[in-house]
């Protein structure tokens, strides 16, 4: 088992996290190997197994790969959104949800309600 790893609940697990162990059954045989990427399809059968935490391998953040995140992120937004205007009164809600996703991809905390 590698040291940088963490016992994960099944329930915090999202797709794309790797494993940092063998994940192994009740009956100690190998589900899934070491390093493999765990998919939405993988994590919705774990309960059939008996499984309800996984050794999960820390992610290693460098500013490198924060700002390639970000960067990601805001590449994505912006081919979502590329037929709506912000400026335009009638997009209104398309720009409030855009202001919303990115928001929430940039961990911005929850704007305060309008008074």
Known sequence: MSGNFHQMALTDVQPGMVLSDELL????????????????AMLSL??????????????????????????????????LFRKNDADIDTHWATAQLRRFISDYRHGAEEAPEHE
């Open 25 to 40: 059954d009740m009956q100690g045989q190998v589900l899934l190997p070491q390093g493999t990427v765990l998919t939405e």
């Open 46 to 79: 774990m309960p059939r197994h008996g499984i309800s935490v996984l050794p999960i391998q820390q992610a290693e953040y460098t500013a490198e790969a924060i700002e390639a995140t970000v960067h990601h992120h805001e590449a994505r937004l912006e081919r």
